[in-house]
């Protein structure tokens, strides 16, 4: 059948268009065309150079870094569209910003991922499409339809095609062990949970493992990987554990400095990220290898612009 996109249409701003021109690609339609640039004074400046009045716009804009320009375009972008009478528009937010402050852990904190939903949400966006929420709770943060696709998957794929020996599938803590099982049980192989704790913001610590790694291939996953500290600290501990070798996946690849040059300095053999954020030249490694979730999101936009299921991607 074919789809006809008459009142589909694909938006992106500067955050990461390359992954906009895939998905488009994937779906079989051209983006629409827009200007998205800035004042002389800095201020976002958005230009949309085609009628979107009745369409159903899609809004493809990770909030990364920059991350406030990033967040400012979308809200921006939505309230444009929302303003030209769009029929719906739905936020394509690969990687949702803020989510690490999910709840209060002291007295006076913020929940910016909250505020973030409730901005989203007052801009006009009628739906969000996500990948792999730092806290799975941050869907309900919202008062609207939430997609809340995973990068398990494709990673998956990948790991399976390497056909690497006696895996084992290790969360770096607690809080991961959901997403490790779900990798464990594509690649059919045994988890093990790295215990750690946090004396301060951005500063991990091993504590203990539970599980058998000695003499196997042990293979990371993890949300996001950012200053990569903790992700380095768990490769050594597990390489002083008797693992074979180290390898490491990640759906958002922060990589803020010195991340790339702790990684290469590192036990990991190979560190997996997905395109959620763009990879710029100066942090590319020969040890990071980057996969596109390009066809999910696709596949995802089309299942809701015809009105179909979303939720038989999560069994693919």
């Not at 929940?111 to 941050?138: P, W």
């Not at 690497?164 to 607690?174: A, G, I, N």
């Amino acid at each position: 059948m074919t789809l006809d996109t008459e009142n589909l249409c694909i938006l992106t701003g500067n955050a990461n268009p390359e992954l906009a021109k895939d998905v488009a690609a994937h779906i079989g339609v051209e983006l629409c065309n827009a200007y998205v640039g800035h004042f002389n004074n800095g201020e976002t400046q958005v230009m949309i150079d085609e009628s979107v009045r009745g369409k159903d716009v899609f809004i493809i804009q990770p909030t990364c870094q920059p991350v406030n320009d990033s967040l400012m375009e979308l809200l921006i972008m939505v309230d444009a569209c929302k303003r030209a009478s769009a029929n719906n528009i739905t936020a394509v937010v690969p990687y949702y910003a803020y989510a690490r402050q999910d709840r209060k852990t002291r007295g006076r904190e913020p929940i910016s991922a909250k505020l973030v939903a409730n901005l989203m949400a007052t801009a006009g966006v009628n739906r969000v499409i996500t990948v792999d929420l730092h806290a799975g709770q941050i869907q309900g943060f919202f008062d609207i339809p939430v997609d809340h696709l995973a990068a398990v998957p494709v990673l998956a794929d990948y790991l399976s095609k390497k056909e690497l020996q006696d895996v084992v599938v290790v969360s770096p803590d607690l809080g991961g062990v959901t997403r490790a099982r779900k990798l464990a049980d594509r690649l059919q192989a045994p988890i093990a949970i790295i215990e750690k704790r946090r004396p301060k913001p951005g500063c991990a610590e091993v504590m203990n493992l539970i599980g058998d790694v000695k003499g196997k291939t042990a293979v990371m996953i993890d949300d996001i990987v950012d200053t990569a500290g903790s992700l380095c600290e768990a490769a050594k501990a597990l390489s002083n554990m008797g693992v074979k070798s180290v390898y490491a996946c990640c759906t958002h690849a922060i990589l803020s400095d010195p991340a790339v040059q702790r990684i290469e300095d590192s036990t990991i053999e190979q560190l997996i990220i997905t395109n959620s954020i763009p990879l710029p030249k100066d942090k590319e490694s020969k040890k990071i290898v980057t996969l596109s979730i390009a066809d999910a999101l696709g596949d995802a936009i089309v299942r809701i612009f015809t009105r179909q299921s979303v939720s038989q991607l999560f069994d693919k």
